[in-house]
């Protein structure tokens, strides 16, 4: 094994394991006009997250028609910058100019902005995810205002350029990471911008998706040599490339200059030690050469059996048999969505296999052994501790959950601390922690339980090279001393070359397993990069990606010397050959601000549209919401309509009758025989009274005294005493008006039997139950159920439309296309108004027919009502979408707010008229007061607009106000 | 044991996570403070502030005596309409009830032809419509006796009916529903906060995380329920002691150690239910929308808001699978009726059995979610 120490690959520099290739200065055409102004001048820039600073003071002019790549570790506040000059992020202090003109002003923003193209660090950030690859791109065309002929021919060109037109109608969320990152380029390019601006764009990407996402870059920058670039990259080897590079460190400008003019600086090779070189001392974290002791074989770790994992149909994973041995680092790569991930979750027992088996330790593993769990460290791709509790707190937890003594834990947390340098942040929450140190904590959590086996998703992508080194040397340390087993996937090759052995995996597959040397030897090839998408080629097909094809230096298969990836010799794009030249997905280079502005209307329908055709089209992909939505109003509608009653029925009493005689056993009879009440058994005392009105078994309780009857026959007369149950006071109330009613009768016939002829009342009162004689509760139910359903439901709808954009990041193309805020508002409200009109309509056919409810007014006004009502009730839910930050909040927040104004303050109940205090101001302004008015009018009064004009004005005030409010809450930047 | 302790670091972990939550914390406070206090004041007495207007046609002394007699608390000061704006003031909903007192009534009352009044009442208003009926019913009655009587004796009455309220003798209704909602929020906040934790930590990943360690769903589960259930037991609890029985000056009659005992049980249900409706939605909106479909129902149909035993038969069978509806009949009877434990064992036990069927259907169904989740 000691001839892997002479292997560069092994022993090398962390990152370039030679030097690229000659000083590239220009990759594409550089422009004529290199004395053009700068598109980007920062001046005394400083911007500040809590204690972290941004970017501190910074003076920078960025050259226009170039290809600037930002380059510097984690957290130094790149991506910040980035968000600056787009326009995403509100300036704190400083001047940013764009395409010269200021960034703080809004209208030079408005104007600048379709020039703009921002791509934002993560993985298909700005996509939406439940739209396909051809509604994402059109979505954003649509956004700057392109016609349908222009937008369809604009999509088929990008599709064709960057090889995703046979993806066209798959969901965004099913394509792999290097497919998004095409998708994410496509939606940026869509408007033809001056400046393009890309954050990160290959983090996370396998080696062959990056390679044509380069190559793609190169053609779109030749067929428009005007277009500026900005990128910020984890990627040294990449950096190589570009044209002119900033070396960021700390919120400071380290270094500016071309590469060679770096490397120059820094007197290095390559520009990683370059950068290094240039960073202060105590920055550099004693950065040393890493150096990988040799690996002594031990005992079967882990092993797989035929492992095969299906979801449904699709086989994801399948036929997987490999062996690792204690000790040894093996390195898993494929291309993305290769199914990796799957086979590791299989591996820690997260998943059961379909088939075949894992063994860890040399027993089975299966999702209910505990045992095993403890002897193995994970680590996922995506961060997966609680971003809200503090990194000491995160350490702590997961010590007491592998139950480690409390001594021990801490020593532990202690030294881990130290050697994962953590020590500075441990009171710090991870969400505000550059993604390389976060990284760091997983790795410290992961290993914190002394495991056996480490299995590791991707634990360095996006984070930086000198922090990469130092995590593997904790690896290398992990394996070489400590004897842990390493399960590793990676993007980066210099990574696997590290490795003792690794498996290379395509489409649920393994294709080759070996040392990567043996790897690289066997394609005849002298890079382990090359060796491994020569494998992918082979593997994904007969016919090389065609992209392959088309992109610089095609022949790098057949393994060149070096491969650098917007390469200068090749570009651009050879034309001659080609089928299609480039120019094709990037039209012919446009400096034309009046079309832009001609385009740029202040408030668009078209843009306004563009959103509700995409909240339609994620509604429509999203069945159980749709479903929930509807059906489920109809449901509610059937419970509540016939289980609201206000008519008391059957109320259960009892009569405890001292007297026992003739005339009381008369008296109770005719109580009995009202509808109203429910005899129950007889009371035998006082205490049985108490005792059975205290279990709630009594409404009310008759007590007919002694002597009742005899009192009655000399006219002493008696006293009956009614006992009520007074914990539900409506239901109180109306029993004693029923007794009272059945009394008096009683009394009158008692009488009349008496022979002393009927007795004349001196005046009486004749009450006329008007627009609901017979007094029933489903004809005054009815039409009150559906405003109270026409609140929940659209509230719930809408509540969480900005607060999910702002959690999961596509708020950004807000923040970055032309779209104004009311646009966005309303064009995100239209689709949910249209369904929950649709639901109304819906609730009023089962009213009339089901319930039979009579239908006397005007349906036009009902229907108008309907419309504006709904219109204010999504409002309310957007409304408490821009206000929360987090979903839960929206959540909680909505219900509170549409469940407490609407049941208690809104007429429901009792009329508005009747509140007081705060309630009756809240009852006032709410919206579903009025449709209630509206409602039951048109139902019970047969009323039309003329008579419901004052029902009509509150609601069409509410509409603005809440819109207005939920614009001036939202924020056009971040912050 | 082990159980027990990882139960309880895990629990914990839920109140650091909400303590960053400010807005939750907000909500949670607002809603056992402000929101109990602003139902229970508005909530008008049985009948309060009821709209009357009058057409007066007789202008006598004794129609100025009923007029004036109708007055707050439970009416608004009449006003007088004409006949014509009669129909007009009810269509817009402006009166509940129109009284229009004949010409001559006073003539024909001393006159013994015994007139009548014409009491017109909205019924679509139909808590109101009934009650408020009565009322001017009685009120009218009374006074024409009364002024009847200084002219010639009326005829004694046969039988008098005495009616007395137990527990709450004079029908505040701000009593019922301060304790009402108390009812609604802890039913809201149990099912909400349990539930959307369960998916927050679905979407962020972290729940896959836990799964590798030597954490089982049911503690992950337990962790969660106990968590939220303490903070609104804790809540709750400082609402009936601070709110109800400080600020509001309402005379709760029970124990409040068996009604916090009994809301530690229901909280133990409704958390399961939340948790349960966690693992069938697969994004936090599904889980707003089903909240909603689930909350609506608990609340108005489990006879916090209209008598049970009025309810359809079908419905009093269903919703008496549900938690909230054994909840709140232990909380009338403790709190109102002050019923001890004797009383109100019944619901006890079938809280708990409701809570135990839906935490065994959400661990069936966590444990088989997280595995498709994968996909």
């Known amino acids: 094994m000691s001839d892997r120490h002479g292997d560069p690959a092994r022993t090398g520099a962390p990152l370039l394991s030679r030097p690229a290739s000659p000083p590239t200065t220009a990759l594409a055409p550089v422009p004529a006009a290199i004395t053009a102004p700068p598109v980007v001048r920062l001046a005394e820039v400083r911007h500040r997250y809590g204690e972290t600073l941004a970017a501190d003071g910074l003076s920078l002019d960025i050259p226009a028609g170039r290809m600037v790549g930002f380059i510097g570790p984690d957290g130094v506040g790149k991506s910040t910058w980035l968000g600056l000059i787009a326009g995403a992020r509100k300036i704190q202090h400083g001047k940013v100019e764009v395409l010269g003109g200021d960034m703080m002003d809004v209208r030079?923003?408005?104007?600048?902005?379709?020039?703009?193209?921002?791509?934002?660090?993560?993985?298909?950030?700005?996509?939406?995810?439940?739209?396909?690859?051809?509604?994402?791109?059109?979505?954003?065309?649509?956004?700057?205002?392109?016609?349908?002929?222009?937008?369809?021919?604009?999509?088929?060109?990008?599709?064709?350029?960057?090889?995703?037109?046979?993806?066209?109608?798959?969901?965004?969320?099913?394509?792999?990471?290097?497919?998004?990152?095409?998708?994410?380029?496509?939606?940026?390019?869509?408007?033809?911008?001056?400046?393009?601006?890309?954050?990160?764009?290959?983090?996370?990407?396998?080696?062959?998706?990056?390679?044509?996402?380069?190559?793609?870059?190169?053609?779109?920058?030749?067929?428009?040599?005007?277009?500026s670039v900005l990128i910020a990259t984890a990627y040294m080897e990449e950096a190589e490339g570009y044209d002119w590079l900033v070396a960021v460190d700390a919120g400071c400008v380290l270094a500016t200059g071309t590469p060679e003019a770096l490397r120059a600086a820094g007197r290095s090779d390559s520009l990683e030690d370059a950068f290094i070189a240039l960073l202060p001392?105590?920055?550099?974290?004693?950065?040393?050469?890493?150096?990988?002791?040799?690996?002594?074989?031990?005992?079967?770790?882990?092993?797989?059996?035929?492992?095969?994992?299906?979801?449904?149909?699709?086989?994801?994973?399948?036929?997987?048999?490999?062996?690792?041995?204690?000790?040894?680092?093996?390195?898993?790569?494929?291309?993305?969505?290769?199914?990796?991930?799957?086979?590791?979750?299989?591996?820690?027992?997260?998943?059961?296999?379909?088939?075949?088996?894992?063994?860890?330790?040399?027993?089975?593993?299966?999702?209910?052994?505990?045992?095993?769990?403890?002897?193995?460290?994970?680590?996922?791709?995506?961060?997966?501790?609680?971003?809200?509790?503090?990194?000491?707190?995160?350490?702590?937890?997961?010590?007491?959950?592998?139950?480690l003594p409390a001594a021990a834990a801490e020593a532990r947390i202690a030294d881990l601390a130290r050697r994962f340098d953590l020590g500075r942040v441990m009171d710090t929450q991870p969400d505000a922690l550059p993604l390389g140190i976060r990284q760091r904590l997983q790795l410290a959590v992961a290993v914190l339980h002394r495991p056996d086996v480490l299995i590791l998703d991707e634990p360095t992508s996006g984070v930086d090279p000198v922090?990469?080194?130092?995590?593997?040397?904790?690896?290398?340390?992990?394996?070489?001393?400590?004897?842990?087993?390493?399960?590793?996937?990676?993007?980066?090759?210099?990574?696997?070359?590290?490795?003792?052995?690794?498996?290379?995996?395509?489409?649920?597959?393994?294709?080759?397993?070996?040392?990567?040397?043996?790897?690289?030897?066997?394609?005849?090839?002298?890079?382990?990069?090359?060796?491994?998408?020569?494998?992918?080629?082979?593997?994904?097909?007969?016919?090389?990606?065609p992209e392959a094809e088309r992109m610089p230096g095609a022949e790098v298969r057949a393994c060149r010397r070096s491969y650098s990836p917007p390469d200068a010799t090749d570009t651009p794009c050879r034309s001659g050959g080609s089928r299609e030249p480039g120019s094709s997905a990037a039209p012919t280079p446009t400096s034309d601000t009046p079309r832009h502005a001609e385009r740029l209307a202040r408030f668009s329908l078209a843009r306004l549209l563009s959103f509700s055709a995409r909240e339609a089209t994620e509604l429509r992909r999203d069945p159980v919401r749709l479903t929930l939505a509807l059906l489920g109003s109809l449901v509610l509608m059937l419970v509540m309509g016939y289980g609201i009653t206000m008519d008391v029925e059957d109320l259960h009493y009892a009569v405890l009758d001292h007297d026992r005689s003739v005339a009381s056993q008369q008296y109770t009879l005719r109580i009995a025989g009202s509808r109203y009440f429910l005899e129950q058994a007889p009371l035998a005392s006082h205490a049985d009274l108490d005792a059975r009105m205290r279990a709630g078994g009594?409404?009310?309780?008759?007590?007919?005294?002694?002597?009742?009857?005899?009192?009655?026959?000399?006219?002493?007369?008696p006293q009956v005493a009614v006992w009520l149950d007074g914990s539900m006071p409506l239901r109180a109330e109306l029993a004693r008006a029923y007794v009272g009613g059945v009394h008096a009768q009683t009394l009158a016939d008692v009488i009349a039997e008496s022979g002393a002829g009927p007795v004349r009342a001196l005046a009486g009162v004749e009450p006329r139950y008007r627009y609901n004689p017979e007094l029933l509760s489903l004809v005054s139910m009815v039409p009150k159920v559906i405003p109270l359903l026409l609140v929940f439901i659209p509230a719930m709808l809408t509540a969480l439309g900005v607060v999910r954009e702002k959690e999961l990041g596509s708020i950004l193309n807000v923040y970055t296309t032309p779209v104004t805020r009311l646009e966005f508002l309303i064009g995100k409200q239209l689709p949910y108004i249209a369904l929950s009109m649709f639901n109304f309509v819906l609730m009023f056919v089962l009213a009339v027919t089901l319930f039979q409810v009579p239908f006397k007014g005007s349906l036009l006004a009902l229907a108008t009502g309907a419309l504006l009502y709904v219109t204010a009730t999504t409002g309310l839910g957007l409304l408490a979408s821009t206000l929360t930050n987090s979903q839960v909040a929206a959540l909680a927040g909505t219900s509170i707010g549409t469940l407490l104004p609407a049941i208690q303050f809104s007429g429901l109940m009792d009329p508005v008229s009747s509140l007081e205090?705060?309630?009756?101001?809240?009852?006032?302004?709410?919206?579903?007061?009025?449709?209630?008015?509206?409602?039951?009018?048109?139902?019970?009064?047969?009323?039309?607009?003329?008579?419901?004009?004052?029902?009509?004005?509150?609601?069409?005030?509410?509409?603005?106000?809440?819109?207005?409010?939920?614009?001036?809450?939202?924020?056009?930047?971040?912050? | 044991m082990t159980h027990l302790r990882n139960t309880w670091h895990l629990g914990i972990k839920e109140f650091r996570s909400l303590a960053r939550d400010m807005a939750l914390m907000f909500l949670i406070v607002f809603m056992f403070s402000a929101s109990i206090y602003a139902d229970a004041r508005a909530k008008p007495e049985s009948l309060n502030r009821a709209s009357i207007a009058v057409v007066d046609e007789d202008r006598s002394l004794l129609s100025g005596r009923i007029i004036a007699a109708l007055q707050p608390p439970q009416f608004i000061p009449p006003v007088h309409v004409g006949l014509a704006d009669m129909d007009r003031g009810m269509d817009a909903g402006l009166h509940t009830f129109v009284l229009d007192i004949p010409p001559d009534f006073q003539r024909d009352v001393l006159a013994g032809r015994s007139p009548a009044l014409q009491l017109n009442v909205d019924a679509t208003r139909q808590g109101q419509a009934q009650t408020g009926a009565g009322y001017i019913q009685s009120i009218i009655s009374d006074e024409v006796r009364a002024f009847v009587q200084r002219v010639r004796a009326p005829a004694p009455q046969p039988v008098e009916l005495v009616a007395r309220a137990m527990f709450n003798p004079n029908l505040e209704a701000s009593w019922f529903a301060a304790i009402n909602a108390i009812i609604n929020n802890v039913t809201l906040l149990g099912i909400l906060l349990t539930g959307a934790a369960l998916i927050r930590e679905r979407e962020h990943g972290t729940i896959e995380h836990l799964l590798v360690m030597p954490v089982s769903a049911l503690e992950i589960m337990l962790s969660k329920i106990w968590s939220m259930g303490v903070v609104v037991l804790v809540a709750s609890s400082f609402s009936l002691q601070v709110m109800v029985k400080g600020v509001l000056g309402i005379d709760v009659a029970g124990s409040a150690l068996l009604f916090g005992a009994g809301t530690l049980l229901y909280l133990f249900a409704a958390a399961s239910i939340g948790i349960y409706m966690g693992t069938i939605a697969r994004s936090m909106p599904q889980f707003g929308l089903m909240s909603i479909l689930v909350l609506l129902p608990l609340q108005i149909l489990s006879g916090g808001v209209t008598p049970r035993e009025s309810m359809p038969e079908a419905i009093q069978t269903l919703m008496a699978l549900a938690p909230t509806t054994h909840y709140v009949s232990l909380a009338q009877a403790i709190l109102f009726r002050g019923a001890g434990v004797d009383v109100v064992w019944p619901a006890f036990v079938m809280v708990t059995l409701i809570g135990a069927v839906f935490l065994a259907l959400a661990h069936h169904r966590l444990r088989r979610t997280i595995g498709a989740m994968q996909g």
């Open chain 1, 281 to 403: 001392e105590e920055r550099r974290r004693d950065h040393h050469r890493l150096e990988i002791p040799p690996h002594a074989a031990g005992e079967i770790v882990i092993e797989a059996r035929g492992l095969q994992m299906r979801f449904g149909d699709f086989v994801a994973v399948d036929d997987i048999n490999l062996q690792v041995r204690r000790g040894e680092i093996f390195g898993f790569l494929g291309s993305n969505g290769c199914g990796k991930s799957t086979t590791m979750k299989m591996l820690t027992g997260l998943l059961e296999p379909s088939a075949g088996e894992a063994l860890l330790l040399g027993s089975r593993l299966d999702a209910n052994n505990i045992a095993t769990r403890r002897r193995v460290g994970y680590m996922s791709q995506a961060f997966s501790l609680y971003g809200e509790l503090s990194v000491r707190q995160n350490l702590d937890l997961h010590a007491r959950l592998f139950e």
């Open chain 1, 917 to 975: 205090g705060g309630g009756y101001w809240i009852g006032a302004i709410y919206p579903t007061t009025h449709f209630l008015t509206i409602a039951s009018g048109t139902f019970s009064k047969a009323l039309g607009f003329a008579e419901l004009a004052g029902a009509f004005l509150p609601l069409l005030l509410a509409i603005p106000v809440l819109t207005l409010l939920s614009a001036a809450l939202l924020g056009k930047q971040a912050k």
């Open chain 1, 698 to 717: 009594l409404a009310m309780a008759i007590e007919i005294p002694p002597g009742f009857g005899r009192d009655l026959a000399r006219g002493k007369a």
């Open chain 1, 467 to 545: 922090a990469r080194d130092h995590f593997w040397e904790l690896i290398v340390d992990l394996s070489r001393k400590d004897g842990v087993t390493i399960f590793i996937t990676t993007h980066f090759m210099n990574e696997a070359g590290r490795c003792d052995r690794i498996s290379l995996m395509h489409a649920g597959r393994i294709l080759a397993s070996d040392t990567p040397a043996a790897l690289t030897a066997a394609r005849g090839c002298e890079r382990l990069e090359d060796a491994f998408i020569a494998y992918l080629e082979e593997a994904s097909g007969v016919a090389p990606d």
């Open chain 1, 108 to 227: 030079h923003r408005a104007r600048v902005c379709p020039r703009i193209a921002y791509m934002p660090q993560g993985l298909g950030k700005n996509l939406y995810p439940t739209l396909s690859v051809f509604e994402n791109i059109d979505f954003f065309g649509r956004l700057f205002g392109q016609t349908q002929a222009e937008r369809t021919r604009r999509i088929a060109d990008l599709l064709a350029a960057t090889g995703l037109t046979a993806f066209a109608e798959r969901p965004a969320n099913k394509l792999s990471g290097g497919m998004k990152q095409k998708l994410g380029l496509c939606c940026a390019l869509i408007h033809d911008p001056d400046l393009l601006i890309l954050d990160e764009p290959t983090t996370g990407v396998d080696p062959l998706s990056r390679r044509q996402f380069w190559a793609l870059i190169a053609r779109i920058r030749a067929g428009r040599p005007g277009m």
